[in-house]
Structures are given as structure tokens and as C-alpha cells.
């Protein structure tokens, strides 16, 4: 099992920010919510919902702020699932600013997905979403924003027919249009929801197939759930149907330095344009948030 001691921060860096990414799961509708970024940080992306934690905020109040400014969705804090934390930095100069991006999920909310100044939502199927994309099975071209879902349907908290909505047509997430390491992380988060709500609240989710060192425990590659097992995926109920509180699972960490050189005439001192040569990187699923402060620890010196 990791531990947080393994995921160290470099001594070098000098800055360090705190973001929030919030992605919406209709598990019972097979879909997943995504934004297509129209401007600043991650302009031309598709991406969870989320921004700067401000001074004196916490990452979970950031998190459903920015959820409900970018989509219009509000959700309240025990609703949301702290999933992983995802830690980047660059080697592309010696005041690397580090991201500190914590990623929840949230399966309940209220409102409806709605179009916005920085985002346009988009619906996208979870379980055409759950292999590790690959350049081959993936739209690598660009998906036009027009050409996808961006249904207005209220969320999910009333049970809803899936063999109606025409979640079916969906189509997978577009990963090679995403933060490049996203592709790593996130189909395996998808799958490690899934395999949760199949096994119910005694499961834990199955992070099998270990991988990438001793220390990580991933959720297998190509061991993706059926279509079938996803869309028929709630919670567990009780003896009187009432739905019992999930099981949260595991907790990942991503870690990933990008090597592209900085770009001083991008904005805010062209730290923005480092991050798109995706290099080293780790991920670990561990048993419990970590807390506290990565200030001043080590990072890719103990990995292999
Ligand atoms: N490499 C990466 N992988 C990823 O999955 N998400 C990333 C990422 N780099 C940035 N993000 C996310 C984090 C955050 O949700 C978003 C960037 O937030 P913004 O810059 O939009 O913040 P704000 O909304 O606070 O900014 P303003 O436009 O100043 O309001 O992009």
C-alpha cells in the first residue's frame, strides 16, 4: 500500500497553488459531465469543473463554488466525494510552480447544466469512458463542441430510465482533448466508481493489477466494466429502498512533471504554457486523504 510519504514534493519550489476539479457522474443515466473550456487556463479543453482556491477558503468550499459558477450546478459538501489529488509540476525552470489539484466527484445535485461565460457542459458516456484511451481508440481529432451532447435535463437525483434518454449515443470522453495526464488518471478513477457501485457498500472497489512500482495499486488497464454493469450501477438500498451513503474507496494521487520549456510571453509570467509536455510521473491509490501540507517535501527522487 502507498503512503503519502512517497509522494514528496521537490525542495525547489517556490510557488505552489491550490485548484479544485469536480466531475459529475449520472451513474444511473451511464453519463458524465464534462465543460468545454472557452477561456484562460485550459482554453480549447474539455474538463471537470473547477478553479483557484481562494485565501481563506477551503478546497471543498472552492470546489462547490466553482462547480456552480462554471455550470450552474449546486451541491451540498456531503454530496461531494474527494477522489485524488493530482500534483504537477515542471522541470522548465527553477520556480516551478506546482498545481495542487484536489478532484471530486459529485453523483447528486441540483440545477440544471447550463452553458456559462468559461464553460459549455457536455454529456459524455461513462462506460465508453472507462478503458485507458490510446491514440488509436480515441478521437484524436478535434471533437467539435457543437457536435456533442449538451443535453439541459435536470441531474440525477430521481431515478431516471436509461433505456429512454439516449445516453447510449453518447460518445466516449474525448481524452486527447484533455490535460494530457488526464488520460492516465481518470479512466481509472471511472473505473474505480464503477467497480464501488457494483460491489456495493461492503466493496471497496477493485484496484487490481499492480503496476508502476512496488507502491502503486492500479485499477487495471483494458479491465474495463461492461456497458451493461455500468448503466444498471446504483447505490446500495436498505431494507426499506432507501439508499444507503457509498462507500468512497480509495484515494489517488497523480503526480506528473511536465518538461516543456516556459514561454515567457504567455500570461502570468508564461507559467501557463509549461504544462503540455506530459514526462515523469506516478500514481498511487491510498487509503485515506492525505493531509496537511505538501510545502517543502521531496518528489520523483523515490520514484522508480
Ligand atoms: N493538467 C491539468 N489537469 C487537469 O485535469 N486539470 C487541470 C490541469 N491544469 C489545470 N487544471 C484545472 C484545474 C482547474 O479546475 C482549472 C483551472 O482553473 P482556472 O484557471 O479556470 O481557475 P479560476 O476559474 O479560478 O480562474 P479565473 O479564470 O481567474 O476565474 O483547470
Redesign the pocket.
Known sequence: MATTDAILLSPKIKRHKQ????IPLDLQRDRVLLGY?L????EGKY??????V?PNETVIAAAIR?LH??SCLVVEEPAMIQRGV?L?ETVADDVSPV?E?H?FTVETWEGTETATE?MTPHWFSLSKSLATPTPSTSTSGSIPPSSLSTSSSAAAIAPKDPSTDGAHDLPSIPYFQ?????RV??PQLLRHVVSLNEEGEEGEGKLVDEQEGPQSSLPSEGSAPTAAAVATTVGPHDDNGEQKPKKKGKYFIHH?Q?VGGTDMDAGDGGEYSV?HVMGPRRLDWVDDVPVGDWEGRRSFGKYP
Open positions: 485548484y479544485t476539479l469536480v473550456k477561456r484562460g487556463f485550459g474538463n471537470g469543473y473547477g478553479g483557484k481562494e466553482e459558477e462554471e493530482l504537477l498545481l489539484i478532484v468559461e484533455m490535460w494530457e495526464e488526464s488518471w481518470m506528473v511536465f504544462w
